[in-house]
């Protein structure tokens, strides 16, 4: 018993010295392309596509590069540009989510003066919406 863990440290040991100085970080992009791959392979075992078996292992092996990666600054400039990307589109998701639910009862315009989205009242025929942000007057016709 004493051996084994005389060898699970010297063991432990090299696995430091190799990570030091590397970037030995799951962070959100890692284990979001993980998730991809494995949900890519899922796909894979009912399409039997080639290119998307080339693909899903392109996205096992960015992961383990960016985990062995000696560059820590990119590595790190990699995931916070992933983490305001993702968040735009959850933000997106959210709004087309509320968007189907409420589609029997309001539209959505947008003003063409400030690009602001207005949520109307359905009503079938022409109407004249005032934009609360900038004030301008423009005509809709909802079918």
């Known amino acids: 018993m ?3 863990l005389q060898k699970l440290a010297v063991y ?3 696995y430091y010295n190799l990570m030091t100085g590397r970037y030995a ?3 959100r992009l890692n284990k979001d392309m993980i998730v991809l791959c494995v949900a890519l392979n899922f796909l894979n075992l009912f399409i039997r596509s080639h290119i998307l078996a080339l693909i899903a292992a392109l996205f096992f092996f ?7 990666s000696k560059n820590i600054d990119r590595r790190e400039d990699e ?4 983490f305001q990307k993702r968040k735009a589109f ?3 998701l959210k709004i087309m989510y509320k968007r189907i639910a409420e589609i029997k009862t309001h539209r959505y315009y947008r003003c063409k003066n400030c690009d602001a989205y207005i949520r ?3 009503k079938k025929g022409s109407h004249t919406i005032d934009c609360p942000k900038c004030g301008k007057e423009f005509k809709v016709k909802m079918l």
């Open 2 to 4: 004493f051996d084994l």
């Open 12 to 14: 432990r040991e090299k």
């Open 25 to 27: 970080n799951w962070d």
């Open 62 to 68: 960015a992961p383990v590069f960016r985990v062995f």
């Open 79 to 82: 995931n916070t540009k992933y």
């Open 90 to 92: 959850m933000e997106w």
């Open 120 to 122: 109307v009242p359905y």
